[in-house]
């Protein structure tokens, strides 16, 4: 008869062909002494102050600063969230701790705040594809650090307009609204194809309006233009 396997048996036996003072003292040296990537990702998780980060200034690259209107224009267009990056649930690159590290050496500073450019669903978010990690500079700047992950696709902005702002919306519907109306065949209600077009372009704005409505109430969903700097998921 075949015997159970006991996994903290075969555990020990393969621990057993380790060096235990070697094995002991890495472990020691990990405890000892978080890294810098450990410190860096401990200052992204637990900001320890809300001052400015203070940045040498000749020593900036004009063109990795964004102002908060420009962020806010992509977010808008493109239905992405901008908010700190303690609240990013995905993972963090190894490039982004080493361009953080070679940051902070450059200027001689420790950067403790944080921002992230990122789709909602990327973001541990409170009841109420494509990360970009930046550092505030302070006055509604911040400063590019790293971006990973795909780029988004490219006809995001194009699916993402309607829910753009209320009036995009209801151009959006609108202008459906029309279209279904102009695929149905004249005569089909009506013998006065005027009076059925116009009927049943009402009824078509009525239906589709309730149904946008209904998701939007059900799902708790807003538009861009008022949740791109949101922390609620349901906003």
């Excluded at 048996?9 to 002494?33: F, P, S, T």
């Excluded at 921002?115 to 509604?140: H, R």
């Amino acid at each position: 008869m075949l015997e159970n396997v006991n996994i903290k048996e075969k555990l020990d036996v393969e621990r057993g062909r380790c060096n235990e003072e070697a094995l002991l003292e890495e472990v020691h040296q990990l405890l000892a002494e978080p890294t810098p990537n450990q410190k860096i990702a401990n200052r992204i998780v637990n900001p320890q102050h809300q001052l400015p980060n203070q940045f040498n200034f000749d020593l900036l690259d004009a063109s990795r600063i964004y102002h908060i209107s420009q962020i806010g224009k992509i977010c808008i267009d493109y239905r992405l969230r901008f908010l700190d990056a303690k609240l990013f649930k995905g993972d963090i690159p190894k490039e982004a701790y080493q361009e953080i590290a070679s940051l902070e050496a450059k200027h001689a500073t420790e950067i403790n705040q944080f921002k992230m450019i990122a789709p909602a669903k990327l973001f541990k978010l409170e009841n109420a594809d494509d990360p970009i990690l930046l550092a505030s500079l302070g006055n509604d700047y911040y400063y590019f650090i790293h971006q990973w992950g795909n780029d988004l696709h490219s006809l995001r902005k194009i699916i993402m307009w309607p829910l753009k702002t209320f009036e995009n919306f209801m151009i959006t519907l609108f202008a459906l609204s029309a279209l279904v109306t102009f695929l149905v065949p004249s005569g089909l209600l009506s013998e006065n194809s005027t009076t059925e077009k116009l009927m049943l372009f009402m009824f078509m704005i009525k239906w589709m309006g309730t149904i946008a409505l209904y998701y939007g109430f059900a799902k708790g969903k807003n538009f861009s233009s008022a949740i791109w700097q949101s922390k609620y998921y349901n906003a």
